[in-house]
């Protein structure tokens, strides 16, 4: 596979595509600020569950708490999705663990590398960083509307070419392969597992999707210390509960629920 051939287009994208309802509409752009934003809109204008916004590059890609997501064109995937899931408010944490389900089985399917989640949304290979979640929800009178699943993964990157202060704490799935990917392949593989767990979310099955979350996990029965807020919670991460949040056993034995955060 040369770089020439692992253009994003919808033909190719739809001719792999084995999804129902997921990538029936799909935009694709050369270079957008952020494809979560787009969607965003999009989806306020109504597009459908499953709209599939990629882009080749962002010029302000994001990740949570205003932080920013390094977006170099041509080389990995930048891509958001739309879901207009009926599931409850407080289960929106699940829908982010189900997505990186899905991308942990896309990664093994395509590259035959394993990969793990660390809590909450970044998952990793060989300890590094190599993809990013950022879920975004449009709610109304504690309903969820709708939300937007945004993934960043570092495909084809050399690492060379991160900033130095991601070099240590970041890979791609080339880097720790040795092989370069069919980013359309990935892709197709990765929208189709996201459509596998989002029917499992849509029966209400959330204890298989934590049972499998947890089978992918680092974070669990480790020494943790979380940035969550302003606190800092340190101890003993032992458990996640039904809506996602990691339990924590603090130097006082007590459980601390945490329900967003960064293990740092
Ligand atoms: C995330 O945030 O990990 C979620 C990233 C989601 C990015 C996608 S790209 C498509 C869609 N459109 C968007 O605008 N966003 C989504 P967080 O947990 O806050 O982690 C952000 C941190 O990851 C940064 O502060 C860096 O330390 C690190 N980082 C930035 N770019 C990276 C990259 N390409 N690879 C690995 N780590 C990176």
């Not at 020439?4 to 957008?32: P, Q, S, W």
């Not at 929106?92 to 093994?108: E, P, Q, Y």
């Not at 939300?147 to 990157?157: F, H």
């Amino acid at each position: 596979m040369t770089k020439e051939n692992d253009l994003l287009t919808v033909e190719g994208i739809k001719n792999c595509l084995a999804t129902r309802f997921i990538g029936t509409d799909i935009y694709i752009f050369d270079n957008i600020d952020s494809t979560n934003d787009y969607a965003m809109s999009l989806a306020k204008e109504g597009a459908l569950d499953g709209t599939v916004v990629l882009a080749d590059s962002q010029n302000k890609g994001k990740g949570r708490l205003g932080r920013s997501w390094f977006s170099p064109r041509g080389v990995n995937l930048y891509l958001s999705v739309v879901l207009r899931p009926k599931t409850a408010l407080e289960h929106i944490t699940l829908i982010t663990f189900a997505s990186a389900i899905a991308l942990v089985r896309a990664i093994n399917d395509i590259a035959n590398i394993e990969a793990h989640i660390k809590w909450p949304n970044d998952v990793l290979i060989n300890n590094k960083k190599a993809a990013g979640i950022l879920t975004e929800a449009n709610t109304e009178a504690n309903k969820l509307n709708f939300c937007v699943i945004g993934m960043g993964i570092n495909v084809n990157l050399n690492i060379n070419d991160l900033p130095l202060d991601l070099r240590d704490k970041a890979t791609s799935i080339m880097a720790e392969t040795e092989k370069a990917i069919d980013r359309t392949a990935l892709l197709c593989s990765l929208l189709k597992h996201i459509e596998d767990m989002y029917n499992i979310l849509a029966e209400g099955d959330f204890n298989r999707i934590i049972e499998e979350w947890k089978s992918f996990a680092i974070t669990l029965n480790r020494d943790v210390r979380i940035q969550s807020g302003n606190k800092v919670i340190e101890g003993i991460a032992v458990d996640i509960d039904n809506n996602g949040a990691l339990l924590v056993t603090d130097r006082n034995g007590i459980i601390q629920r945490v329900l967003s955060g960064d293990v740092i």
